[in-house]
């Protein structure tokens, strides 16, 4: 009984965000596109490329040392 109550409340509440957010114009994210290909330099002196990549999560950090 508790958790059919506590499902209805979050589908009421899932409800009226989305049609808040839709009144307000307010676009919802696009789904993500795949990364474009690429191939660098490690530290190492070898080089890798998307293709190594595919199917692992990846992390890539970019900075400025200026």
């Known amino acids: 009984m508790r958790a059919k109550s506590l499902?209805?409340?979050?589908?009421?509440?899932?409800?009226?965000?989305?049609?808040t957010?839709?009144?307000?114009?307010?676009?919802?994210?696009?789904?993500?596109t795949p990364m474009p290909a690429f191939k660098s330099a490690n530290l190492g002196g070898s080089s890798t490329s998307d293709a190594?990549?595919?199917?692992?999560?990846t992390i890539i950090r970019f900075w400025a040392s200026w």
């Open 7 to 19: 499902i209805g409340t979050l589908l009421l509440g899932a409800g009226l965000i989305w049609q």
């Open 21 to 32: 957010a839709a009144a307000s114009g307010l676009q919802l994210v696009s789904p993500p």
């Open 52 to 57: 190594d990549l595919r199917n692992k999560v």
